[in-house]
């Protein structure tokens, strides 16, 4: 009978939530993408860094026009005279490039400065996924310099000026770097992002973080220390890249061949500790999505699944007897190509 009645009020809160969303979905697509920003977000009191903003776009139509919004208007509220855009776009068979093009005359006219690269060299066959995407990340850097505080590293998600500033404003700026978290149904960037501890997520899924001090920030709103992160928007100090001339790299020069791979957005934050630039936290109050609809679903939806997530699920991570003598025979391998220990936080299986 228990049982019964639980599935009863499960399905119930299910239905909820359905009806919920398709009531609710329809009025927030149809927002005005021009919108002014809220006149709160620009008191004397917000942090407002010098500010590069980086991106590499690759088949974005759909999201572009929205992303080129709210990118400009990221730039005109951190100041036209202390912001620069540079996106490196590469490979895109779709309107991307042209859509880059003719954002490049807006800028111009708008006296924002930017380095737009269209056509960029697209993925070598020859090299593995890492190798190329750290390759891209480095050429969107290109044209940082030390005019520049921080970097604000956009992914080709779904975001608006509100979270950028949040996220910007991430401890009063008092940090190395501030992540988002990036939602397709559940938390995405599982594989570049790492608890305090080193260990990979415990879960997709709220409340995410296995350690219990993490869980207990997250639940507060607080920024959660974390290891490492990415997940679709980071705010970075420069001064790992300028001063310490740290630059993304793949585990090994063609990673393609590796016996374990990690993400470039891993290692970039080993390098940044081993400099002692160790303030990286993820700021749960930013959330942003692959598409408007799933930027909707994290900020308004999964809210409401909160608290059910909370008693079902004890984020874990844990690995089967076989998946754990897998992992012993690769990381024998891995440590035959002379690849650092300090690099193991971000070893995953392919």
């Not at 003719?102 to 996924?129: C, M, P, Q, Y």
């Not at 599982?190 to 001090?213: H, M, Q």
């Not at 920030?217 to 300028?242: D, T, Y």
């Given at each position: ?17 359905s ?16 919108a002014?920003?809220?006149s ?150 599982v594989?570049?992002?790492?608890e ?10 709220y409340?995410y973080?296995?350690?219990s ?16 992160c ?121």
């Amino acid at each position: 009978m228990w049982m019964r009645t639980r599935r009863l009020q499960v399905l119930a809160f299910i239905l909820l939530c359905s009806t919920v969303l398709l009531l609710c979905f329809p009025l927030y697509s149809q927002r005005s993408l021009f919108a002014p920003p809220s006149s709160g977000l620009s008191d004397d009191g917000t942090y407002r860094p010098s500010l590069f903003i980086a991106a590499n776009l690759h088949n974005n139509e759909d999201i572009l026009k929205r992303w080129m919004i709210q990118a400009e208007r990221v730039a005109h509220w951190a100041g036209t005279d202390r912001a620069y855009i540079s996106v490196y776009e590469s490979g895109s068979n779709d309107k991307t490039p042209e859509m880059l093009e003719r954002w490049k005359k807006r800028l111009e006219a708008a006296n924002i400065r930017h380095t737009i690269v269209t056509h960029g060299a697209g993925f070598d066959g020859s090299l593995g996924r890492m190798t190329n995407l750290a390759k891209f990340r480095n050429e969107a850097l290109a044209p940082l310099t030390a005019e520049y505080e921080k970097i604000l590293f956009i992914n080709d998600v779904v975001y608006e000026l509100s979270d950028a500033i949040t996220l910007l404003n991430t401890q009063g700026g008092k940090y190395d770097a501030a992540c988002a978290m990036d939602f397709f149904g559940q938390f995405y960037d599982v594989f570049a992002t790492r608890e305090i501890t080193g260990k990979p997520l415990g879960s997709g899924n709220y409340p995410y973080f296995e350690d219990s001090a993490s869980q207990k920030l997250l639940r507060a709103g607080e920024p959660v220390p974390v290891f490492s992160c990415w997940n679709g928007m980071v705010a970075l100090n420069s001064a790992p890249f300028l001063q310490g001339h740290v630059s993304f790299r793949p585990l090994v020069p063609n990673d393609a061949a590796a016996p374990l791979e990690a993400s470039e957005c891993c290692l970039v934050f080993v390098d940044f500790r081993q400099l002692h630039y160790t303030r990286i936290f993820i700021n749960p109050r930013v959330k942003v999505g692959y598409d408007g609809f799933h930027y909707w679903y994290a900020r308004y939806i999964l809210p409401l699944w909160n608290p059910f997530l909370s008693m079902t699920n004890t984020p874990r991570h844990e690995r089967t007897s076989a998946e754990e003598a897998e992992w012993n025979y690769r990381l024998s391998k891995i440590y035959e190509l002379d690849v650092p220990e300090t690099d193991a936080p971000c070893f995953a299986m392919h």
